[in-house]
């Protein structure tokens, strides 16, 4: 019996025509535009937090207790002596150490607030291309970002002044050579920054073996540091701010997916009450040949699930082949997307998930189905004898 509903319900809605086809062309819309925006923001959060654990979070971070990224006048203030375990797994490669300065950069007589930060040369924990500060020079080596370069106006080569405070707030200065410029879509380890080996700060900052921060390597557990000046943050912690930004975003796309949405249900909602208003005749017989009151809204319901039936078939026709050439080739992001201060490349590559298309099927065939079966509630109410005269409510 349910085969024959199924075939019955099928010639109905595809005897509908030109109808039928626009309901179904605007829930595959719906249904693409719900798994391109969905897979554009996960997407972007997966690039972000790849791109922020390989250059700077790691597998975690140790600060010290008085470090707050968020207020520069504590900067000067966050160091302390490295813990024996600590420097052992410098010692071994299993933790970086980062000193962080305040100074100044002075270039062609412009004067620009930064922070200096020393790393390990030879460290490889994170990305940072921090081998090219083993460059021979007759100035400090230094690393810079693209956007701080670009803001003070530096190339590979040039040289400029830093000044700076030692720990007893005398002020000395020192020329440096910009020896690399690195590319990042990482702001954090670019802007108002230049990098320079940690042995050389602690030698101008006349302090000793001490550090702000460390940084572990990704997929090592965060050791037990006996230290109370040493405060342990894990990823989770470091991309908080990240994971609600994404949770902000997907909450604002949610406004786009109730419209398009709601538009393709409307459609199907008022198919549905036409139908069984033009069909009360067909659906009289029916009743009167043996089929019962539930069976006949059964199929009533399927015609109008298989609206969303076919939509999806209709969008993954044209909506498989745009998302596989979208995942390859990627979308070229505009210029002013740079300022938003997360780590986003040049390029994004959406992610369209087994999740979010199992996800995003159940979500319109589930909206659909009931959408369908309310108006078919009034199939329940009608008399065979006054169906059959094109009569009843």
Same mark, same amino acid.
């Given at each position: 019996?349910?085969?024959?509903?199924?075939?019955?319900?099928?010639?109905?809605?595809?005897?509908?025509?030109?109808?039928?086809?626009?309901?179904?062309? @605007?829930?595959?819309?719906?249904? +693409?535009? $719900?798994?391109?925006?969905? !897979?554009? *923001?996960?997407?972007? /959060? &997966?690039?972000? #937090?790849?791109?922020?654990?390989?250059?700077?979070?790691?597998?975690?971070?140790?600060?010290?207790?008085?470090?707050?990224?968020?207020?520069?006048?504590?900067?000067?203030?966050?160091?302390?002596?490295?813990?024996?375990?600590?420097?052992?797994? @410098?010692?071994?490669?299993?933790? +970086?150490? $980062?000193?962080?300065?305040? !100074?100044? *950069?002075?270039?062609? /007589? &412009?004067?620009? #607030?930064?922070?200096?930060?020393?790393?390990?040369?030879?460290?490889?924990?994170?990305?940072?291309?921090?081998?090219?500060?083993?460059?021979?020079?007759?100035?400090?080596?230094?690393?810079?970002?693209?956007?701080?370069?670009?803001?003070?106006?530096?190339?590979?080569?040039?040289?400029?002044? $830093?000044?700076?405070?030692?720990?007893?707030?005398?002020?000395?200065?020192?020329?440096?050579?910009?020896?690399?410029?690195?590319?990042?879509?990482?702001?954090?380890?670019?802007?108002?920054?230049?990098?320079?080996?940690?042995?050389?700060?602690?030698?101008?900052?006349?302090?000793?073996?001490?550090?702000?921060?460390?940084?572990?390597?990704?997929?090592?557990?965060?050791?037990?540091?006996?230290?109370?000046?040493?405060?342990?943050?894990?990823?989770?912690?470091?991309?908080?701010?990240?994971?609600?930004?994404?949770?902000?975003?997907?909450?604002?796309?949610?406004?786009?997916?109730?419209?398009?949405?709601?538009?393709?249900?409307?459609?199907?909602?008022?198919?549905?009450?036409?139908?069984?208003?033009?069909?009360?005749?067909?659906?009289?017989?029916?009743?009167?040949?043996?089929?019962?009151?539930?069976?006949?809204?059964?199929?009533?319901?399927?015609?109008?699930?298989?609206?969303?039936?076919?939509?999806?078939?209709?969008?993954?026709?044209?909506?498989?082949?745009?998302?596989?050439?979208?995942?390859?080739?990627?979308?070229?992001?505009?210029?002013?997307?740079?300022?938003?201060?997360?780590?986003?490349?040049?390029?994004?590559?959406?992610?369209?998930?087994?999740?979010?298309?199992?996800?995003?099927?159940?979500?319109?065939?589930?909206?659909?189905?009931?959408?369908?079966?309310?108006?078919?509630?009034?199939?329940?109410?009608?008399?065979?004898?006054?169906?059959?005269?094109?009569?009843?409510?």
């Amino acid at each position: 019996m349910i085969m024959v509903t199924l075939k019955l319900a099928l010639k109905n809605i595809l005897g509908a025509g030109l109808r039928t086809w626009l309901n179904v062309i @605007i829930l595959s819309i719906a249904f +693409v535009a $719900i798994i391109f925006t969905q !897979g554009f *923001i996960e997407g972007m /959060g &997966n690039a972000i #937090v790849n791109d922020m654990q390989e250059m700077l979070y790691g597998g975690g971070q140790y600060w010290h207790e008085k470090y707050d990224p968020q207020n520069p006048l504590t900067i000067d203030g966050s160091h302390g002596e490295l813990a024996p375990k600590m420097k052992n797994m @410098i010692n071994n490669d299993k933790m +970086v150490p $980062i000193l962080i300065r305040s !100074g100044s *950069i002075y270039v062609n /007589g &412009n004067s620009q #607030v930064i922070q200096i930060k020393g790393i390990k040369p030879e460290q490889n924990v994170i990305e940072l291309p921090s081998e090219h500060l083993n460059t021979e020079s007759e100035y400090i080596p230094a690393i810079l970002g693209s956007r701080m370069a670009d803001k003070v106006n530096l190339k590979e080569n040039d040289q400029a002044t $830093i000044r700076w405070r030692d720990k007893d707030g005398t002020f000395d200065a020192a020329d440096i050579e910009v020896v690399h410029i690195m590319h990042t879509s990482v702001q954090a380890i670019d802007n108002g920054q230049i990098w320079i080996s940690i042995s050389k700060l602690r030698s101008m900052m006349e302090l000793g073996d001490e550090a702000t921060l460390t940084i572990l390597p990704q997929g090592i557990e965060a050791p037990n540091i006996v230290a109370s000046q040493w405060l342990y943050k894990s990823p989770d912690v470091l991309l908080q701010d990240i994971q609600n930004m994404l949770k902000t975003k997907t909450a604002g796309s949610m406004f786009m997916y109730i419209v398009l949405l709601a538009m393709g249900l409307l459609a199907i909602f008022d198919t549905q009450v036409l139908a069984i208003f033009r069909r009360k005749k067909e659906i009289g017989t029916l009743i009167a040949l043996g089929m019962t009151r539930r069976q006949t809204i059964l199929l009533f319901t399927i015609e109008g699930a298989l609206h969303g039936v076919l939509g999806l078939i209709v969008g993954a026709v044209y909506g498989i082949p745009a998302f596989a050439w979208i995942a390859n080739k990627g979308i070229k992001l505009p210029d002013m997307m740079d300022q938003f201060g997360f780590a986003l490349s040049a390029r994004l590559y959406p992610s369209f998930g087994l999740k979010l298309l199992l996800m995003t099927t159940l979500l319109v065939l589930g909206s659909v189905t009931i959408v369908s079966f309310l108006p078919t509630r009034r199939i329940a109410r009608l008399e065979p004898t006054e169906a059959l005269q094109g009569r009843g409510k």
